[in-house]
């Protein structure tokens, strides 16, 4: 049974919950998710990112996560990659040996055979900062952008995503838009906000000028310190910060679990993607 976009903002059903696991460069985190509301059921637990961050390293430190939830249903999982058919098919950030991985097939092995879903790190939580966060009043065009070692980005219109969108690699005046303006460049090169907020404008400019956004949300954890910087930035489009900080990953990975256990139309557009 599919499930139009419309009906994919209904309210989950108060009691049903999703298992998501948020895979990052320097920790593997993972929860329960109660979808009435987006909350965490009982304690995350993170366990440090093995190094090297390998496919078959990264899989245990999964199925470790996922027993020491209690978990046994099925499960999404972030990667900081383009995730296309299950496959992953970039490594900016990650190990390069991911490239071409099958990566439901490796996670659903580690976990015993369960029903795996795999989405990048920024549509995560993009979906959930869309129906639980910053983003859960607005209308119309939605994108999420998370400013960490790179820059991820989620575009949702009216609750439904449309995945692996790359902003971060987008050139801006000669420059990917991830080495001007990720918050690793900030500290990196040790700017003051007033510095780096130019920085942040000119690739925002770049993206509101192609795709006209209603709203822009800011995450990842320089989100936490907005006030220092997003009222420096000049763009047209509003901008507010991420509502979720470090649990939106986690809880959009569920949210995907969940959509892929129910067949929505979003979990198709997710499956089904170059494959
Ligand atoms: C990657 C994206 C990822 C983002 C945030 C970028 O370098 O290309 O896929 O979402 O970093 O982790």
Not at 58 to 69: F, H, I, N, P, R
Not at 159 to 166: A, D, K, R, S
Not at 208 to 219: I, K, N, Q, T
């Amino acid at each position: 049974m599919t499930e139009s976009p419309a009906e994919s903002t209904t309210p989950a059903a108060p009691g049903r919950t999703a298992c998501g696991i948020d895979i990052g460069g320097s920790g593997v985190k993972g929860a329960i998710v109660d979808l009435a509301d987006g909350s965490l059921v009982g304690e995350r637990v993170r366990i440090d990112t093995p190094q090297p961050a390998t496919p078959d390293a990264v899989a245990a430190t999964v199925a470790e996560v996922v027993k020491q939830l209690g978990w046994d249903g099925a499960v999404g999982i972030t990667m900081p990659a383009v995730v296309t058919g299950g496959i992953a098919r970039t490594a900016a950030n990650i190990d390069d040996s991911w490239i071409g991985t099958d990566t439901v097939a490796l996670f659903s092995a580690a976990l015993g055979g369960v029903q795996v879903t795999v989405l990048n790190d920024a549509d995560a939580a993009g979906l959930a900062e869309d129906k639980y966060g910053a983003g859960k009043d607005a209308a119309g065009v939605v994108i999420l952008l998370t400013f960490g070692t790179g820059i991820g980005s989620a575009v949702l219109t009216d609750g439904v995503l449309v995945p692996n969108t790359e902003f971060g690699h987008l050139v801006v005046d000669g420059k990917e838009a991830e080495h001007r303006a990720a918050s690793s460049v900030k500290e990196r090169e040790d700017m003051s906000y007033k510095h780096w907020a130019k920085e942040v404008t000119r690739v925002l400019t770049h993206i509101e000028d192609l795709l006209w956004p209603d709203l822009f949300v800011a995450g990842g954890g320089i989100s936490k310190k907005s006030d220092k910087w997003i009222p420096l930035l000049t763009n047209r489009t509003p901008i507010v910060p991420a509502a979720l900080l470090n649990t939106a990953g986690i809880v959009g990975a569920a949210m995907a679990a969940d959509s892929a256990a129910r067949g929505s139309a979003q979990a198709q557009i997710l499956a089904s993607a170059n494959s």
